[in-house]
Nanobody, 121 residues
Framework: QVQLVESGGGLVQAGGSLRLSCAAS????????MGWYRQAPGKQRELVAR???????NYVDSVKGRFTISRDNAENTVYLQMNSLKPEDTAVYYC???????????????WGQGTQVTVSS
């Protein structure tokens, strides 16, 4: 069993900041990458930011310069620092992990439960 537990969502005014955290635990041998996705009502889930074990990052264009993804490999935790938030950032944010399980199987489809981020104008 693998669990991804997210925290840090909430309600914030435009221009404010939030920090999301996601901790992975369970039958994990090695995490190769972790990422944050979001899904707004009526829209498809989209990748917001992703970070590899080696620290390589990529971001969706709409958050570049405002969001920063980081990770603690020792703690199997990923963070998303969100600054200068805009109403269009409102969505449910999901953590995703790509990892090698202890049975040797590579998995890319583990998701957290989601955390709501609401940005008021």
């Amino acid at each position: 069993q693998v669990q991804l537990v997210e925290s840090g969502g909430g309600l914030v005014q435009a221009g404010g900041s939030l920090r999301l955290s996601c901790a992975a635990s369970g039958s994990i041998f090695s995490i190769t990458a972790m990422g944050w996705y979001r899904q707004a009502p009526g829209k498809q889930r989209e990748l917001v930011a992703r970070i590899t074990r080696g620290g390589r990052t990529n971001y969706v264009d709409s958050v570049k310069g405002r969001f920063t993804i980081s990770r603690d490999n020792a703690e199997n935790t990923v963070y998303l620092q969100m600054n200068s938030l805009k109403p269009e950032d409102t969505a449910v944010y999901y953590c995703n992990a790509e990892f090698i399980a202890t049975n040797g199987v590579r998995r890319i489809d583990y998701w957290g439960q989601g955390t709501q981020v609401t940005v008021s104008s």
